[in-house]
C-alpha cells in the first residue's frame, strides 16, 4: 500500500499528534471526578504514558501504522473504559479527534480499520445505553462522513504526490541519460557501479566487470562527413553495444566516442571476454550514414578482482588497459593486470582498503 506522508515532514506529524492528543487530554482530563479510583488512576497513568510516547519516540516511528495505531486504539480504550456509559456530546468530540489522529496512519487500509475500530466502540457505547433508536444515533453516520471525507483527502493527496513522484523520476532520468543515444550518461554509471561495489564489500563471491570502449576511426569520419554524420554512428554503436550484453547488463556513454558497459554476474575473466569478442566482431559491419563507413575499437576490461576501493579505479585500470590495446594495434581487448599503475597509487588503494575494512568490522 503507498504511503501518503511523504511530503509531510515526520517532525511536522509529531506536531500534529501532541496538539491532538494535548486536546484529547484535555476532554479527557476536565470530566475525571476526583477522588479517582484505583482503575482510573491507572488508566490515566495510560494516557500520560502514551502521551510522552508521542512526545520523544524516535522520529523513524512517527507515522508508522503500529505507532499511530497504538496511541488512537489505546486512547480510544482508556476513554470508552471510563465514560462507557456516558453519552454526552464532548465524548462525541473526543471520538472526532481520534478519528483525526487516525488520519496520520500511512495507507488507506490501515487509517479504514483504524477508524472503524474506533466508530465500533463508540457505537457499542451507544448500545449499551440503549440509545441507538434515539436523535444520538445520528453520531454514527456523522462520524462515517468524517472518514470518507478523510479517505477523499487522503487519495486526492495520495494521487498528487504520486504525480509529483513520476515528475522527478522523469526529470531525473532526463538528467541521468544520454540525450544522443539514450543511454546513461557518466554519473548514472559511476552510480551503479559504486552500488556494485558496496554490495561486494558485503559479499565477497560478487565478481563484476566493466569494459572501457573507445571508438577507433570515428575522427576521420567526423571530420570529414561531418557531427551528422557522427552522430549517425554514435547512436549505430549504442544500439550495437545493447545488443552484445546479456540481461542486467549496463551500457554507458562516458563522453565523446567513449562507451562502457558493465557486466553483473561474472564468473571469470572468459564471461568478459566472450562479451568484447562479440563487440569487436559486430563493429567490423560498415555503418550507413549517407556513405559506408567503419568503425572498430580498443576495449580494456578490469574484473572485480582488481584491487580497488571506490568505482573510479576500476574505470582507470579499465581505461589503462584500452590504451594498451589501441598501443597493441587497435581493434582489440586487453584485461587489465595493474602492472601499468604507479607503485604510489597501488600503495595509497592498500590504504584506503584497510581503513575501509576496519571501518566495517567496527560497525
Given at each position: ?7 509531510i515532514?515526520?517532525?511536522r ?26 482503575i482510573?488512576?491507572?488508566l ?15 522520529r ?9 495505531g ?6 480510544g ?8 456509559s ?7 468530540g473526543?471520538?472526532v ?10 495507507s ?25 433508536e ?19 483527502k487522503?487519495?486526492?493527496?495520495q ?11 522523469q ?16 554519473a ?42 557522427g552522430?549517425?554512428?554514435l547512436?549505430?554503436?549504442a ?12 551500457v554507458?556513454?562516458y563522453?565523446?566516442?567513449?562507451f562502457?558497459?558493465?557486466?553483473n554476474?561474472?564468473?571469470?575473466s ?16 560498415p ?17 572485480s ?9 576500476l574505470?582507470?585500470d ?5 590504451y ?15 602492472t601499468?599503475?604507479?607503485k ?7 590504504q ?12
Amino acid at each position: 500500500m503507498t504511503n501518503f506522508l511523504p511530503l509531510i515532514r515526520p517532525t511536522r506529524v509529531r506536531l500534529y499528534l501532541v496538539l491532538l492528543q494535548s486536546m484529547f487530554l484535555v476532554l479527557y482530563g476536565s470530566h475525571l471526578i476526583t477522588p479517582l479510583s484505583r482503575i482510573q488512576a491507572l488508566l490515566t497513568l495510560s494516557l500520560a504514558t502514551l502521551t510522552l510516547l508521542v512526545s520523544t519516540i524516535p522520529r523513524l516511528y512517527v507515522e508508522t501504522a503500529w505507532f499511530i495505531g497504538l496511541v488512537t486504539l489505546g486512547n480510544g480504550s482508556v476513554l470508552f473504559l471510563t465514560f462507557g456509559s456516558s453519552t454526552d456530546l464532548w465524548l462525541f468530540g473526543a471520538v472526532v479527534l481520534l478519528v483525526a489522529m487516525a488520519s496520520y496512519v500511512p495507507s488507506i487500509l490501515d487509517f479504514t480499520v483504524l477508524s472503524s475500530l474506533i466508530i465500533g466502540e463508540y457505537g457499542l457505547v451507544l448500545y449499551n445505553a440503549r440509545l441507538l433508536e434515539t436523535d444520538e444515533v445520528l453520531a454514527l453516520p456523522l462520524l462515517l462522513c468524517l472518514a470518507l471525507v478523510f479517505v477523499s483527502k487522503i487519495t486526492t493527496a495520495q494521487a498528487e504526490i504520486q504525480r509529483i513522484a513520476k515528475m522527478e523520476e522523469q526529470q531525473h532520468n532526463r538528467t541521468q541519460c544520454d540525450v544522443l543515444t539514450g543511454l546513461p550518461n557518466r554519473a548514472q554509471f559511476l552510480d551503479q557501479m559504486a552500488r556494485l561495489v558496496q554490495y561486494r564489500h558485503i559479499n565477497r563471491n560478487f565478481h563484476f566487470a566493466v569494459c572501457f570502449i573507445d571508438l577507433d576511426g570515428f575522427k576521420p569520419v567526423n571530420d570529414k562527413l561531418g557531427h551528422k554524420a557522427g552522430d549517425a554512428v554514435l547512436r549505430h554503436t549504442a544500439k550495437l553495444l545493447q545488443g552484445c550484453v546479456r540481461k542486467g547488463d549496463v551500457v554507458a556513454r562516458y563522453g565523446g566516442d567513449e562507451f562502457t558497459v558493465l557486466l553483473n554476474h561474472v564468473k571469470d575473466s572468459s564471461d568478459a571476454i566472450r562479451v568484447a569478442q562479440t563487440i569487436l566482431a559486430k563493429m567490423q559491419t560498415p555503418i550507413d550514414v549517407g556513405a559506408l563507413v567503419r568503425v572498430g575499437a580498443s576495449i580494456g576490461i578490469a574484473l572485480s578482482t582488481n584491487l580497488h576501493e571506490v568505482a573510479e579505479d576500476l574505470i582507470r585500470d579499465a581505461d589503462s588497459a584500452m590504451y594498451r590495446a589501441k598501443a597493441q594495434g587497435k581493434n582489440c581487448y586487453v584485461i587489465s593486470d595493474q602492472t601499468d599503475i604507479p607503485k604510489a597509487e597501488l600503495k595509497a588503494r592498500w590504504q584506503r582498503i584497510a581503513r575501509l575494512n576496519w571501518l566495517l568490522r567496527e560497525r
